[in-house]
């Protein structure tokens, strides 16, 4: 397994506290290609393929060479494992949470807004450092 | 990032120009804003998991319409993208995505869970093409104040739509999309049919209850989609008979000689029926 890349405590004006709690779940550098779909500003619509940079249970990041309006709604579908062997993987829809300009496009983190499984392996799960873990809960439930 | 990353955007019909309305949707819901009072309610979509939560513009006369006008904008780009050969599916799942993310660059909006009990729930079924909304209605008349709970139901593509009382399950009205574009319609007319409704059945429901006299025909009337109640009540001493509605126990007049004879033979006609039985 890659490394894991926890970030704790990252202050982020456009995150609620409770998401704050969300984001301390473990991350891991794992790379699937996933395929995106759905609308970027003015309404254009696009698909297409990446790779993502790190994932969790409920979220990733990604890069683009267009940008994602923040809040909007998308899919993503895995497409390999981390070994580049065909996944088969249903869409699941996400929701971008930050878009902020990189080297090459666009870095996009999202969160998804269902419980489906998103990816070919299963993460493992970190015991949670709060013990009060009612917040990430909710977010899990779809409440902010 | 990948080295096969690609914008596919000429293959998806967008809104853009060719949309017959290119507003956006905060757009749309701005022009209700002015004297709107905020509401709270919460709009689900068909086939998305969480639903859309306001905690300020979620009321019928700020909301109904615009998402209306965004669900009819939607349709038609299904209908585009069909044309361009997507499948029905695949349509309405970008349908859905396009909606919702349309509705989030507004920020009143949020992602939250669905099934929240709200005073105002929308339902917008992009397969069905259909538009539901369930929402309390105040009517005040001096000082008094009258709750309703309703349901507005209807096509996307075009109306009209139907007002139901929930709590009665009665039909109040059947509308048209211009009158819920009055200022008001929400606010005040519809509450006020709702009370009107209400009495009404009310006016009715004693009429129904109390016992029929010798001499007395009920009939209830078709009219307009609506059942309206008359009594004809024959008169003890001169043998003529009233005509009253039914509804406010009104007199409306007496029943003229032609009819007369009519209900007379109707009347000895069922009398015999009765003697053989």
């Known amino acids: 397994m890659p490394s894991e890349t926890i970030k704790h405590g990252l202050a982020d004006a456009t995150m609620a506290t409770g998401h704050a709690h969300a984001r301390r779940e473990p991350r891991f550098e794992l790379t699937f290609e996933v395929e995106l779909c759905g609308f970027g500003p003015d309404s254009q619509g696009f698909k297409t393929r990446t790779s993502t940079l790190d994932v969790s249970e409920w979220g990733c990041r990604f890069e683009v060479p267009f940008r994602m309006e923040p809040n909007s709604v998308f899919t993503l579908q895995c497409l390999t494992d981390d070994k580049g062997s065909p996944a088969d993987c249903a869409p699941v829809m996400f929701q971008v949470v930050r878009a902020t300009p990189s080297g090459r496009g666009w870095g996009i983190a999202a969160w998804k807004i269902a419980s489906e499984k998103v990816w070919p392996v299963d993460l493992p799960i970190a015991a949670p450092e709060d013990p009060d873990e009612r917040t990430v809960g909710m977010r899990r439930d779809g409440a902010e | 990032m990948a080295q096969n990353s690609r914008v596919l955007a000429p293959s998806i019909p967008t809104g853009g120009g060719a949309a017959p309305d290119s507003r956006s949707f905060g757009q749309r819901l701005n022009r209700g804003r002015t004297e709107a ?83 105002n729930v929308y339902v917008v079924d992009l397969e069905h093409g259909t538009l539901t909304a369930r929402a309390r209605l105040y009517a005040v008349v001096r000082h008094r104040t009258s709750l309703f709970k309703i349901r507005i139901e209807g096509s996307i593509a075009k109306g009209p739509y139907t007002v139901q009382d929930t709590g009665t399950g009665s039909t109040v009205i059947q509308v048209d999309e211009s009158q819920m574009r009055q200022a008001g319609y929400f606010t005040t007319f519809l509450p006020g049919e709702c009370l009107r409704a209400h009495i009404e059945k009310e006016a009715t429901s004693p009429l129904a209850k109390s016992e029929m006299g010798l001499g007395e025909v009920r009939i209830m009337v078709p009219v307009a989609g609506t059942a309206v109640p008359f009594i004809l009540r024959q008169k003890e001493t001169s043998g003529g008979w009233d005509i009253i509605d039914g509804r406010g126990n009104q007199w409306l007049g007496m029943l003229p000689q032609v009819a007369l004879n009519h209900l007379t033979q109707l009347v000895e006609g069922l009398a015999r029926i009765a003697r053989r039985t």
């Open chain 2, 37 to 119: 009072v905020a509401s709270v309610g919460t709009v689900e979509i068909a086939g998305l998991p969480q639903a859309l939560h306001t905690r300020t513009f979620g009321g019928l006369d700020v909301l109904f319409v615009p998402l209306l006008e965004s669900c009819r904008a939607i349709m038609a780009f299904v209908d585009r993208m069909c044309a361009a050969g997507e499948t029905k599916q695949q349509a309405l799942s970008m349908a859905r995505l396009r909606l919702a993310s349309e509705m989030l660059q507004d920020p009143s909006f949020t992602l939250a869970t669905r099934d929240i009990e709200e005073d």
